[in-house]
């Protein structure tokens, strides 16, 4: 079974990282160093969430509305830029601390803290899109979710060594967002190169 990383970075073509640049207002290369930021980001917070309820929340969300669709026409999802179903996953993942992970791939991007939000926004329906398609084809059961988010994000630790660690930090953070913090995570995320080929 394919990673749920590498389900979302197949996903995302050319044309759907053109469709991403034309909406941030930002060129293709910003971009792509802004996706590959998010990414782990955002499967580190869902890894986080699911410790509450053991996934229990997460799984229910995954049975009922992201069972993997999304990834079957993204293009045609980006082309909506409804960024409601976005946005209420990221309330739910993030509470609190959306401003400073948004500030966060703000410092370690390039790309300004609306573009920022926006984009986190534009990708929590592609990477719970992911997960759900993990669930249906793995067969799995609702408790092996979180199983699988700790097997990511263990995974993106071995290839970028110290950048989960570090999102770890900022999603528990209380501040605006760490310079050191923002500046591992874009070593990280150049560690994890070639995902747009």
Do not use: W
């Amino acid at each position: 079974m394919s990673s749920v990383f590498d389900l979302i970075t197949s996903s995302l073509d050319s044309r759907s990282v053109a469709q991403i640049s034309e909406q941030l207002g930002q060129d293709k290369s910003t971009t792509q160093n802004a996706i590959s930021s998010a990414l782990p980001m955002l499967l580190g917070a869902l890894q986080k969430s699911t410790k509450a309820d053991n996934g229990a929340g997460l799984a229910n969300a995954l049975n009922t509305r992201h069972d993997g669709s999304v990834l079957e026409n993204i293009s045609g999802y980006l082309s909506t830029n409804d960024q409601s179903d976005g946005t209420s996953i990221l309330k739910h993942v993030l509470g609190s601390n959306r401003d400073v992970a948004a500030s966060t791939l703000q410092m370690a991007s390039g790309v300004d803290k609306n573009q920022a939000s926006s984009l986190l926004a534009t990708l929590a329906p592609v990477v719970l899109g992911a997960l759900g398609k993990a669930k249906r084809d793995g067969g799995l059961a609702d408790q092996d979710i979180t199983r699988v988010l700790e097997g990511e994000t263990q995974s993106l630790e071995e290839k970028a060594p110290g950048m989960m660690s570090a999102l770890t930090s900022v999603l528990d953070a209380d501040g605006d967002g760490d310079t050191d913090l923002s500046d591992l995570l874009a070593r990280g995320s150049k560690s994890l190169g070639g995902l747009f080929r």
